[in-house]
């Protein structure tokens, strides 16, 4: 089975998403994790998947995204790397993304 890789930023934001969860149910914060990694494992299995960000900037040119099924909070933003995918940033859908993935609409000045 193909693993996707995490990048270390997007093992914090894992962690971060799963702790706040976890401050009142445990086990739904395991269950979100499991959710996520599992998607981002079939995601490594079959890369073309996602969308690409729209009018991306060029350095995010190949970044592909992809809402958790089971959790649709949940967005997970990869790229294709090598046999698998690079998993950047998981994010959840209150975040601003675009702050982290500049636009040609929206990009900083």
Known sequence: MIRARFSPKAGRD??????????????????????????????AQHRELGPRIRK??????????????????????YQPFEETIMVVRVLHAAQDWTRFFPTSQNRPE
């Open 56 to 77: 991306a900037a060029p350095r995010h040119a190949q970044i592909r995204w992809f809402v958790v099924p089971k959790f649709r909070n949940y967005l997970i933003f």
């Open 14 to 43: 894992l962690d971060e998403h799963c702790g706040f969860i976890a401050g009142d149910n445990p086990e739904a914060a395991e269950r979100v994790r499991q959710t996520i990694l599992n998607t981002a494992d079939f995601l």
